[in-house]
């Protein structure tokens, strides 16, 4: 079941050349939102990878701005969890953290409201793509919330920028690799 379900999410995967700059190849996500049975084949591959992982030992998915947050509520629905936000700098009301960090195209700022979890929670990160450092930033405003952050976890992953790599000691998972 797992290895068809798989299947049918890359199949749904689309690839752009030379976008949004010279170089760089766009996975497009777009037809795996638009097809439910593809959709419901991801969320349902990342959340047996966690139950399998970590048990009921998740308090809370915290989805990235912007595509994180189509995959984070679902993946904490089925989970029976709650779902916080990160988001890019300047969209949340309250007192914040941000930090900074590269993208594979420019630089970029996240953030979180300080109240949006206790210290010692346990936080599973959930974006569609692992590249360069949304996910390590997201890492570290969670830290600096002294929350633990028990896995990043993506549909997609480009190796070839070593974001695994990057991450590191916070163990990663992703659906589908691409150099």
Not at 7 to 22: A, G, N
Not at 76 to 89: F, T, W
Not at 160 to 177: M, N, Y
């Amino acid at each position: 079941m797992a290895d068809s379900e798989l299947q049918l999410v890359e199949q749904r995967i689309r690839s752009f050349p030379d976008f949004p700059t010279p170089g760089v190849v766009f996975r497009d996500i777009s037809p795996v939102l638009k097809d439910p049975a593809s959709f419901r084949a991801a969320i349902g591959l990342l959340a047996r990878h966690l139950k399998a992982t970590h048990g009921g030992r998740i308090d809370y998915i915290a989805g990235l701005d912007s595509r994180g947050f189509l995959f984070g509520p679902s993946l904490a629905q089925e989970l029976g969890l709650g779902c916080v936000l990160i988001r890019k700098r300047g969209k949340l009301p309250g007192p914040t953290l941000w930090a900074s960090y590269s993208l594979e195209y420019g630089k970029a700022e996240l953030e979180i409201q300080k109240d949006a979890l206790e210290p010692g929670q346990r936080v599973v990160v959930v974006d569609d793509l692992l590249a360069t450092g949304t996910m390590n930033a997201a890492c570290e405003l969670l830290g600096r919330l002294q929350a633990e952050v028990l896995e990043c976890v993506s549909l997609v992953e480009l190796t070839s920028l070593k974001g695994r790599e990057k991450l590191a000691p916070v163990p990663f998972f992703s659906l589908l690799q691409y150099e």
